[in-house]
Each structure stands twice: as C-alpha cells, then as structure tokens.
C-alpha cells in the first residue's frame, strides 16, 4: 500500500507546471488546495511539498508567494472534506480549518538596516535624479493629468485586468480596467499588482473586493520610506535616529 507522501509525489508528477501569463496563479492554487484537502496535509507540509512542485514553474514562485497560496487554500475549505482522495484506509491529518490555519509556515520579514538605509538615503538620488532619469517624461499641466494617468495604466497594466483601487483604504472596490477608465486619475490608492477576480476571502474568511488571496502574481512592488519622528500613537519610531 502507498504511503501518503507517495501518493503526493505521484500527483505531482501529473500536475501541468505554473507558466506566468497562462494562468499560473490559478494553476498553482488549485495544487495546494489539493495538497491541504484532497491529502489532509497541514500547512507545514503542504508548503514543502508546494516548493517541490515549484521547481517545475516557469517562473517559479518564491517563497512568500507560496506561504500566500497555503494561506489561501486553508481559507477557502473544501466541500469534500479533508483527506477525500486518501481513502478509506488513511485518515486524514486535521480536521478543521483552524488547524490548518495554526500551522502555517512563519515568513517574518526581516528587520531593517538602518546604517544602510541612512547611506542609501544620503547618498542616493534625489526625486529630480529619477525624474530626469526616467525615460517617460510628462511636462504638461493638471488638465493633462487624466489622460496621462491612463496612458500610463495602459501601459503597465495591458488587456483588461482586474485592478483594485480605492479613494481610501477603507472605501475600494475592484473593476475591469475598462470600467476604471476615465476614473482612475481620481483615485489616491491602486493595488501595483492586478487581482485575479472581482473578490476573495480575507483571512477571516469573509468576502472582499482588497483580499489579499485574490491579488495575483506580484508584477510590481511600491517601497516607500515615511521616516516619521512618532507613530499614530505619538510614540518614537524606530527611524527617529534618521531624521
């Protein structure tokens, strides 16, 4: 008789790898709720196994993005019960969803460097430097603005994705780009990355147009620095040794 981890091994080896802009992400997700559900793996293993599957994705997805598509699987259930492909004579190892949540691999990031950053940030170039490094320039006047903000969405968002953006980051809403048209200029917030479908669960479980299981494969990444003396709360932040 197979043991589980052959019986996945097996499974991988049919699975079709993730290609990016064919659907990968869909591809990837389905494989892990296979993984968490049809296997009754705990989140742990299921990320092991994922990383394994992973090698074969073109290209593949890091590790961060694997921890997101565990999370997701775990979040959604399964109306066919955990462990429905193991069979009779292999019980499943959970058998909740809170299981599955309390298990999930630990992708904490990084502390930051602040000698590195006071070097960059010293040292680096200043707003004009990228400006005039850029080599889409717009000198024009806030008329103009509008219709450069579609140019520019076009451009870095081609075809017509799901784009998630907002006039606050409580009040948002996830559309085609062709129902944002004209609009967007006016909207202070946009997710850098397209969603992969108007709404997903939340880590509670609840149905959200700014669910982080429904943004798609990171394309983009916005890094900001505020360096700011206090918090919300008035207390010192950690970069008061910076301004």
């Not at 790898?17 to 968490?36: E, M, Q, Y």
């Not at 296997?39 to 990320?47: A, D």
């Not at 806030?142 to 953006?165: Q, S």
């Not at 980051?169 to 202070?188: C, D």
């Amino acid at each position: 008789m197979m043991t589980v981890l052959e019986r996945v091994e097996r499974y991988l080896a049919t699975c079709d790898p993730a290609i990016s802009g064919s659907g990968g992400h869909n591809t990837t997700f389905r494989v892990a709720c296979t993984l968490i559900h049809g296997f009754g793996l705990l989140p742990t293993e299921s990320f092991q196994l994922l990383k394994l599957y992973n090698e074969k994705c073109e290209p593949p997805w890091s590790d961060a993005e694997l921890h997101h598509k565990i999370l997701s699987a775990a979040s959604v259930g399964s109306s066919k019960g955990f462990g429905y492909l193991l069979g009779a004579d292999i019980p499943p190892l959970v058998s909740s969803t809170t299981t599955l949540l309390g298990s999930l691999p630990d992708l904490k990031r990084p502390e930051p460097d602040l000698s590195e950053i006071d070097v960059t940030v010293r040292n680096g170039p200043a707003a004009y430097d990228v400006w005039e490094g850029s080599p889409v320039r717009f000198d024009s006047d806030a008329k103009e603005e509008a219709l450069h903000t579609e140019e520019i969405i076009d451009a870095i968002f081609p075809g017509d994705p799901y784009l998630c953006a907002g006039w606050a980051s409580w009040n948002f809403e996830t559309r085609r780009r062709s129902a944002w048209r004209g609009l967007l200029s006016e909207m202070p917030l946009i997710v850098p990355n397209p969603m992969t479908g108007p709404s997903g669960l939340t880590k509670e479980g609840k149905q959200s147009q700014h669910a982080l299981a429904s943004v798609g494969r990171r394309i983009y990444a916005v890094i900001e620095f505020d360096f700011a003396e206090t918090d919300r709360s008035g207390q010192p932040t950690k970069w008061v040794s910076l301004v």
